[in-house]
T-cell receptor, first 114, second 118 residues
Framework: AQKITQTQPGMFVQEKEAVTLDCTYDTSDQSYGLFWYKQPSSGEMIFLIYQGSYDEQNATEGRYSLNFQKARKSANLVISASQLGDSAMYFCAMREGAGNQFYFGTGTSLTVIP | DTGVSQNPRHKITKRGQNVTFRCDPISEHNRLYWYRQTLGQGPEFLTYFQNEAQLEKSRLLSDRFSAERPKGSFSTLEIQRTEQGDSAMYLC????????????????FGPGTRLTVT
């Protein structure tokens, strides 16, 4: 089974609107971390936001927030007030326990329309 | 700049040749990772170092692949007898196990080396 599933290959959003990128995960560990990365066309992976499995509050970083629903095993990324520079690939990733391997999803391509 | 750097950024080689890539992690990071990313996919884990010790290797890392981190600083990834299927972006990332620096252990990625095998 896939550890991380991103079901939206591509998404479009109007500039200044909010958009939600979906991510579901699969793990039997009680302790894990969830991450979102942005990959522009230049190729570099940029860390956006982190949610620990024991964190009771949803993580927020500026315009990024993570909608963490533990029972549903989902960790959706919400980008508010989209900007043209947000157009990129977005990857959800998970680290299980104290492990060192990150599992990445297949990504969602976001296009912000002016 | 104190980010992760990788060299070269692009490499074109003929099938059967050997190639070597270098990664310089963030200086205070003791953990270093190599990933491979093919078109339309997320990064796939290849191997992990803590200091100079290679602690994990993926099944994706065939015997043609070897990675080293001799002094616990920079790392090299060598591919011997390259095949067309090796064409991909090779990403290096680093992180710190010191909880005083970060509690999330997020990995910081370099710009990658794009390998094309003809």
């Amino acid at each position: 089974a896939q550890k991380i599933t991103q079901t939206q290959p591509g998404m479009f959003v109007q500039e200044k609107e909010a958009v939600t990128l979906d991510c579901t995960y699969d793990t039997s560990d009680q302790s894990y971390g969830l991450f979102w990365y942005k990959q522009p066309s230049s190729g570099e992976m940029i860390f956006l936001i982190y949610q620990g499995s024991y964190d009771e509050q949803n993580a927020t970083e500026g315009r990024y927030s993570l909608n963490f629903q533990k029972a549903r095993k989902s960790a959706n990324l919400v980008i508010s007030a989209s900007q043209l520079g947000d157009s990129a690939m977005y990857f959800c990733a998970m680290r299980e326990g104290a492990g060192n391997q990150f599992y990445f999803g297949t990504g969602t391509s976001l296009t912000v329309i002016p | 700049d104190t980010g992760v750097s990788q060299n070269p950024r692009h490499k074109i080689t003929k099938r059967g040749q050997n190639v070597t890539f270098r990664c310089d992690p963030i200086s205070e990071h003791n953990r270093l990772y190599w990933y491979r990313q093919t078109l339309g996919q997320g990064p796939e884990f290849l191997t992990y170092f803590q200091n100079e010790a290679q602690l994990e290797k993926s099944r994706l890392l065939s015997d043609r692949f070897s990675a080293e981190r001799p002094k616990g600083s920079f790392s090299t990834l060598e591919i011997q007898r390259t095949e067309q299927g090796d064409s991909a972006m090779y990403l290096c990332a680093s992180s710190s196990s010191d909880r005083g620096i970060t509690s999330s252990y997020e990995q910081y990625f370099g710009p990658g080396t794009r390998l094309t095998v003809t």
